[in-house]
């Protein structure tokens, strides 16, 4: 019989566990997966999310019905205003409470100025994973100047606040409008520039292209929405598919790409912003004149009747829906936010990062635009 | 698109809409796999949420599946109640890999078993060992308030902290 | 000896390093604040990837239960002249989450902090105005936070281990769960 310590020893040593995040530069937010590793491939993946648990569910239900509407646009960080938004055509449809053209024209502007913020900040984060740090200054900055537009508009740089059940709380400032037409110029101009800095670069294309490639059919089965799923080839966006606000009456286009790597997933997000400043571009001229609200009972006295109801909003990362139970007291019964970005950290990442190269794990990560507030609540 | 809500009903199932773009089926516990595997044969092949309702009154949990179908632009709202006392249901794993994670987290927040779903650890909260924190009979401000509320006297038998300087 | 400890701690105050550590949703206000727009580099802050090199750590908001353990980790793991810097409001008394289970509410009563910013979201300019008073506080040789931190050790161990070492139910009064099996 031989004995070779050696070789033990090596078996045993053969696999080692690698935390990403909560604290590491290749994660996004605080959020951790544990990988096992076999030199430089992953084995194995362990989802540990919870360190941005706050229980919004729990204190939804013990807050008034328009209370809540401080307290939602935490859940998802660089985009709050689609929980706005979706809350309050959940409880605009179940009061059957009719809004004005004017306000829907203003949701759908905050609506795709917050989607062209988070892709901007989206795609800086792959420049941050790639080490292309350029992209991160660029596109931090010019995200930075829709900051200043929504100041203006709500007061908050971040959380804005600004939607109410039967319409926004103000309306436009005198020469919003203007001002936004004039980003909009900028960041037209701007758009080559990242084309050829961010897309035409052989860098962020030899780490991306062919990296992670998502099928249609796994896409569909793993709950993928908005642009990753499209990325897939599945062209399906609330917008086009069940309008609401003022979409139908809005032109565009949902742009195709239909790799399903992780090079499309970001041109995916690049060509939607096109599109959103076309979206914009055409509110600008279309918006109509008339009040911004219509009256709505006072917030004690503020009742939803009886029933459910499922809103949703398709966000910068896909499908954020609020399914809202009211029994017709004062507070919300139950809520229950299903995040875009749920299935694809907590469960499609599982599966999808066993077999990379431990360098490719962040791109991955960065390419899908996960959020982890959005899924630990 | 009455064709698929008159269909279900034709399955003794109560069914309706809710919206435009959505329709709640209310199904018994033993009949939930079959409507949801009916389903998603018609077409519901995305999976978008699972929830759950404490309706602490009539003693059940309502369970919420919520999914999808890309084809018809439509969204089901599959709906089932299971005793409050005895939360056990089938996990429908077998249908949709994803159900995992979320019948994962409703086991956490509400307590519910999933029979067949072997990965039930703790997935939010850690150290956990109250009531299942979402329950309705949960007072989170009363937790909250014994377990951070800061109190002065509260020393553990070792001096306060001076400031220094 | 004290002539020396001036020089060390005007020094100090000139090279902060960040942990580049995102607790909270303040973690928004911080590519800004980094990048081009406001650009902290000038104050000499930079953020820094492991809490071995850096200096300052910054609690970037509310703190769950399970972050609130890796931040004991990583503060203690943190070398000695080491400052921590309380972002928004959910520090100072838990913020919006006052009734939540699983947010701590007074930052203080865990890790030793330094300075607070009031606010949610404090602003990128309120930020840099935080770092530059407490590079103030440092060359002046305020900000011992650290020093408080070993003195009192034993007060806030009691008060982690209360949070995050539980061995039974908070909410005693309240019946044993119906679990099955």
Known sequence: MELNPLKESNDEYKYYELFIGPNHPGIEGNFSYVLKMKGHSVVEVTADPGL???????????????????????????????NEVAYCMGIEHMMKIEVPKRAQYIRVIVLELARIASFLFGMSGLGGTTGHYTSVQWLVGDRDYILDLFEWLTGGRVYHIYQYPGGVKNDLPVGWLDKLSEYLDYLEKRLPEYDKFIFQNPIIQKRTVGLGYISAEDAIENGLTGPNLRASGVMY???????????????????????????????QRRLELAESI??????????????????????????????????????????FGYYI?????????????RGPSYSIGLHYATKALVGMRIEDVPVWIHTTDMCPPDFDR | MDDILNEIKA???????????????????????????????????????????????????ELVYII??????????????????????????????????YEREMHEFFGIEFVGNPNLKPFFLENWLDTPPLRKDFDTLAFSEELFEFKEDETHGIKPPKRIE | MSEWNEIVDYFRGRSMWMLHYCTGCGAIELPPTMTSRWDMERFGITPM?????????????????????????TYEQMQAPKWVLGFGSCTINGGIYWDSYNVIERLDKYIPVDIYIAGCMPRPEAILDAFVKLKEMVQKGEAKGYEKYVKNYEWYKANQDRVLKRTEPVLKRIEKVTKIG
């Open chain 2, 11 to 61: 399955m003794d199932l109560k069914a309706s809409w809710l919206g435009d773009w959505e329709f709640e089926v209310l199904t018994p516990k033993d009949r939930l796999a079959s409507t949801l595997s009916y389903l998603k044969l018609k077409g519901f092949k995305a999976f978008m949420g699972l929830s759950c309702v404490d309706w602490i009154e009539d003693g059940t949990f």
């Open chain 1, 325 to 337: 139970v009211s029994d017709g007291d004062v507070k919300p019964y139950r809520v229950y936010v």
């Open chain 3, 49 to 73: 990837a492991t809490p071995r090199q850096a200096d300052i750590l910054l609690i970037t908001g509310y703190l769950a239960i399970k972050t609130l353990k890796r931040v004991v980790y």
């Open chain 2, 68 to 101: 999808q179908s890309y084809d018809l632009a439509l969204e089901a709202i599959v709906k089932t109640k299971i005793p409050r006392q005895k939360p056990v249901i089938e996990s429908m794993r077998s249908l949709w890999g994803l159900c995992e994670v």
């Open chain 1, 278 to 319: 076309k979206i914009l571009r055409q509110c600008v001229k279309q918006i109509p004149d008339g009040p911004h609200k219509t009256k709505v009972p006072n917030p004690f006295q503020f009742r939803v009747p009886k029933g459910s109801f499922y809103s949703k909003v398709e966000s910068s990362r896909g499908e």
């Open chain 1, 237 to 267: 966006d609330i917008r086009k598919a069940q309008p609401y606000l003022v979409y139908n009456e809005l032109d565009f286009e949902i742009p195709k790409t239909g790799d399903g790597d992780a090079f499309s997933r970001v041109l």
């Open chain 1, 52 to 82: 941005l648990h706050r229980g919004f569910e729990k204190l939804m239900e013990r807050r008034l019905w328009t209370q809540n509407l401080a307290l939602i646009p935490r859940i998802c960080v660089p985009e709050p205003d689609v």
